[in-house]
């Protein structure tokens, strides 16, 4: 079976620059009913689980953001009542969602005339919404396949290279910094709104401002993410530049300087090897997390880091 229908002109001019919608075949899989995704929270560590209340602003502030005071098991089960707004990151450590993800990517990216090395680091996050919640206004830090798989989704994109709606202190990369971003009512004269429902999907390249809110009935969708070599690349610079404004030390962006930006890499690299063994279990994750960029590193934890979650 085919996942990915892709017209063959759009794809070759848009694909990782523009926003566009195609097709996927995954609206009936059965991994994607509510029960079965409720079997995936219950086995996901709570690091990887993140939800709020659905009932947000588009330019919201962190501490504004309403908490749900139940398990993740239990939002899922009422999210046809509630208003919430779930997502489960890095489903790619379930193998069923894995080969589904990476057949998926390798379609589209095949279909758009790129080759097996232009793609890397695929991973799944899983949203699972109320009806008419909204996600905020942000960027993400990958390339993106945005898939609809119950109910209607509207996702209002904007220009890419727009410093004036996204800076690129807003771009810097750094577990301290909540993904929503500062919002203004003039922005949407600047938006492009995609209506998506079962079976439609949209492409949204790497950072390209959205924000997107659910229909009439409650929506699960799928983002299908990966990284080309670049966006590898910049996300190191990127990195870097957040973990140094930490320190109160601004860096100049991504391309400013060639030589700094190399060695930016090269830091990225040498600390990556020292605490990527140390990562592995989530205790580790969110102390490290803490350690390093503060307390709001953790911010959508239900605990403390270190009382399990
Ligand atoms: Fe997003």
Redesign the pocket.
């Known amino acids: 079976m085919t996942l990915v229908t892709i017209d063959d002109t759009t794809a070759k001019t848009k694909f990782l620059k523009e926003a566009f919608t195609l097709k996927h075949a995954l609206a009936g899989h059965p991994l994607f009913t509510l029960p079965r995704l409720v079997e995936l929270a219950q086995s996901m560590p709570g690091d990887r689980i993140e939800y709020n209340s659905g009932k947000l602003a588009i330019g919201v502030k962190l501490e504004d953001v309403p908490r749900i005071d139940k398990p993740p098991a239990e939002v899922i089960r009422s999210i046809e009542v509630d208003n919430a707004w779930m997502v489960l990151k890095r489903v790619e450590s379930h193998p069923a969602y894995r080969s589904v993800l990476e057949t998926f990517v390798r379609e589209a990216n095949l279909a758009a005339g790129r080759s097996a090395g232009d793609f890397e680091d695929i991973q799944g996050f899983i949203f699972v919404s109320s009806a008419k919640a909204t996600?905020p206004f942000?960027?993400?830090m990958e390339e993106?396949i945005?898939i609809q798989i119950h109910g209607d989704k509207f996702v209002r994109t904007f220009d890419n290279t727009d410093r004036a709606l996204v800076s690129e202190e807003d771009m810097e990369i750094a577990p301290s910094k909540h993904?929503y971003i500062g919002y203004e009512d003039w922005f949407e004269s600047r938006a492009t709104l995609h209506t998506l429902k079962p079976g439609d999907a949209l492409h949204?390249p790497y950072v390209i401002p959205?924000w997107?809110s659910t229909g009439s009935s409650y929506s699960i969708s799928m983002?299908m993410t990966w990284k080309t070599p670049e966006v590898v690349r910049l996300n190191k610079i990127r990195t870097m530049n957040g973990t140094l404004r930490r320190f109160g030390l601004p860096q100049r962006p991504p391309g400013a300087s060639p030589t700094l930006d190399a060695a930016k890499v090269a830091a990225h690299d040498a600390l990556r090897a020292v605490l990527d063994p140390l990562r592995k279990s989530e205790r580790m994750r969110n102390l490290l997390r803490g350690l390093i960029y503060g307390k709001q590193a953790n911010y959508y934890l239900r605990t403390k880091p270190g009382e399990g979650a």
């Open positions: 996600t942000h960027i993400d993106n945005l993904r949204m959205h997107v983002a």
